[in-house]
């Protein structure tokens, strides 16, 4: 039956099974749509496929007026309408993308009071009339999907969406709704702050995905590392991700010669060519997509078995993203990473050519949580979720280095000799310079400042550069050391350090699993 009244009165069960067609809740959306349909804002912290929507879209059928959602995707946004109106709600959208006659159609089916839903570009939103059109009527509730996009800490900031902060006081008494799947702590007080939405009562579901196994190796022939991965996956469907273009052109053709159903996808290729790879990709139950980040975006497929990273993600979150598309089903998936410095410092190099300084100082601290989790000792799934503000009890069971738990050596003296490094070059150098102290190398910068001449110049031979960043790294994730975000990174001794350095203290810590290719140690003197 189509144009549902507005249910109002009806339980809200009623309305989930005859509009949605589902039969239950998932957890925390009955509460959240209660809260909304009761008229208080909210602010939602739910992953990727966990079920938004419902939150906004459920509450507008049961207050009366039009719910405006507010999203960035042009293509979600149909897909939406589209299953809205197969329901028989009455949904529209208001994009760049319209024609002039169906623009002003659906405007005057606004006004007419017959929308419960007008999905709004937020470009078109701040537009002075639009908002003014709006506050004559009637509105059940204004959602912002994707609210990450108002923040320049979030991994995907829109301009456009920083206008929004002014919509929370010329809607009073309209309920706000803020949706995103990704928020780090910083990100999220961001988000609230622009948006006005301090008073927000703030829902949030786990962002674990148990079934995801995480693993990481050390980059070092990536081409056989990932053909021994995909060896044994065959049957299954899954996304390669890599960093450019001409990467994923590469990858996909050198795995398509070994005989993998390989296909490319990045935004560089005709529209046709992208949709039918996408289209074959949701419908088969095996084969590879190598694509760049492009790919992925709203693909709802519940059986991807994996998801590789042939090169390294930006950001955490990025990556939290990116491996969630694997697994949806529930069943077991994996998730691996190549890692390489030689990627980081790549992108290290890339941030410091362009932005300003607070947008080259966040990107940069994205950098190094990303490196810090691939370096990491200690379970994937505790840094991963800690990163995303979210404490794990106990280890996770489930990711490489749970399975596999590193070696442990006595690490007291090398902590030492990195420590009194760190406190000789005066706390004003970075992790690569102070290795360098360490190893005894003889650049024209160690010579600039005369650090060949310090005490513990060239005291800590015995390990690769390799080694020594990995010791460097856990003695940052121990709390020995910091880096100073605020200024290059510089190292730090924290007060931890002290008793460590009088020798009050031993350390434990992982043997280092890296190692650098024979002939590649510094040079010696
Ligand atoms: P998100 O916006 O959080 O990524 P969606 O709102 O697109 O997620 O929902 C993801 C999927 O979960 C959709 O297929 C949706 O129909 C389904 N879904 C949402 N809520 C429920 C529910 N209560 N029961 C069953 N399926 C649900
Ligand atoms: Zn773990």
Redo the contacts with the bound molecule.
């Keep these: 039956p189509a144009n549902p009244p507005d249910d109002t009165a009806r339980p809200l069960e009623h309305t ?1 099974q005859q509009v ?1 067609g ?5 957890p925390h ?1 009955k509460d959240i749509i209660e809260h909304v349909i009761g008229g208080g804002d909210a602010f939602v912290l ?10 906004y879209q459920l509450p507008a059928l049961h207050r009366s007026g039009t719910g405006i959602v507010i999203s960035p995707l042009i293509s979600l946004m149909k897909d ?1 309408v589209d299953a809205l109106t197969a329901n028989g709600v009455r949904a529209a959208m208001y994009n760049s993308n319209l024609d002039a006659a169906t623009a002003r159609s659906v405007l005057a089916q606004l006004r007419a009071g017959e929308l419960d839903l007008l999905y709004v570009a937020p470009e078109r939103v701040m537009r002075q009339n639009f908002v003014a059109t709006l506050q004559q009527l009637e509105i059940a509730l204004v959602a912002i ?1 994707e609210a990450h996009c108002v923040s320049q800490w979030g991994h995907d900031f829109r301009p456009e969406y920083a206008a929004l902060g002014a919509l929370r006081e010329a809607f009073p008494g309209v309920p706000f709704i803020a ?1 995103t ?1 990704t928020a780090d702590p910083h990100t999220r007080e961001d988000i609230v702050g622009v948006l006005g939405l301090e008073g927000a009562r703030r829902f949030a579901t786990s962002f674990d995905r148990p079934n995801i196994r995480y693993t990481v190796l050390e980059k070092n022939q990536p081409r056989r590392q990932l053909m021994r991965f995909l060896e044994s996956r065959r049957e299954e469907s899954g996304i390669v991700y890599a960093l450019s273009r001409k990467r994923v052109e590469e990858v996909a053709a050198f795995l398509a010669a070994e005989g993998f159903a390989a296909a490319a996808y990045h935004a560089g290729l005709p529209a046709a060519e992208r949709s039918a790879v996408q289209e074959r990709f949701l419908r088969d139950d095996r084969g590879i997509v190598v694509a760049t980040v492009a790919f992925g975006m709203g693909i ?1 497929k519940p059986n991807v078995r994996f998801v590789v990273h042939y090169d390294l993600p930006r950001h955490l979150e990025a990556y939290y993203q990116e491996t969630g598309r694997a697994g949806r089903d529930g069943l077991p998936a994996e998730a691996l990473l190549l890692f390489g410095t030689q990627d980081v410092a790549a992108a290290r190099a890339q941030i410091e050519q362009g932005g300003s300084e607070t947008q080259r100082r966040i990107e940069s601290h994205k950098l190094s949580a990303m490196a810090g989790f691939a370096e990491s000792l200690t379970c994937r799934r505790r840094v991963l979720l800690g990163y995303l503000g979210e404490n794990l009890e106990t280890d996770c069971g489930n990711c490489d280095v749970c399975l596999v738990p590193p070696e442990r050596f006595d690490a007291t003296d090398a902590a030492r000799k990195v420590l009194s490094c760190v406190y000789r070059v005066r706390q004003n150098f970075g992790l690569r310079h102070v290795i360098d102290v360490l190893r005894g190398s003889d650049s024209e910068r160690i010579h600039k400042f005369g650090h060949h001449r310090l005490s513990t110049w060239g005291i800590g031979r015995e390990y690769s550069t390799a080694e020594w960043t990995s010791i460097v790294r856990q003695l940052i994730h121990r709390g020995y050391l910091v880096q100073d975000i605020t200024r290059y990174s510089v190292l730090r001794l924290t007060p931890l350090a002290r008793a460590l350095l009088r020798g009050e203290e031993t350390l434990e810590l992982a043997r280092p699993r890296v190692r650098e290719a024979a002939g590649s140690a510094g040079r010696k003197p």
């Design positions: 989930l949605f589902l039969q239950t809740f998932r959306q739910m992953p990727t496929g966990g079920g938004k929507s419902l939150c939406q999907d949706l799947a709802d």
